[in-house]
Nanobody, 110 residues
């Protein structure tokens, strides 16, 4: 049974930090495929935030470069978010191998 369990969302003031985590299990390809974080704000389409390959190569959306850091430890992917802005408010989803996490709410107050 595939599981992708996210945690770490919450409410934070602008300029603050949060760390998201997503533990994936139940599929052998999680360890060899890329993992990523996406987000969806109200009324907007889901957008890519960051991805990381099994070898550790990462890519970021321009809007989060220099503020967010993606990392992974085998089948767990993390997103360290610093210098948060109100426009970062969204539901954040982890993704890998065709599977999505349940989403975790991040709210940044001004």
């Amino acid at each position: 049974q595939v599981r992708m369990v996210e945690s770490g969302g919450g409410l934070v003031q602008a300029g603050g930090s949060l760390r998201l985590s997503c533990a994936a299990s139940g599929n052998v390809f999680f360890s060899i495929n890329a993992m990523g974080w996406y987000r969806q704000a109200p009324g907007k389409q889901r957008e890519l935030v960051a991805t990381i390959s099994s070898g550790g190569s990462s890519n970021y959306a321009d809007s989060v470069k220099g503020r967010f850091t993606i990392s992974r430890d085998k089948n767990t992917v993390y997103l360290q978010m610093n210098s948060l802005k109100p426009e970062d408010t969204a539901v954040y989803y982890c993704y890998s191998t065709g599977f999505w996490g349940q989403g975790t709410q991040v709210t940044v107050s001004s």
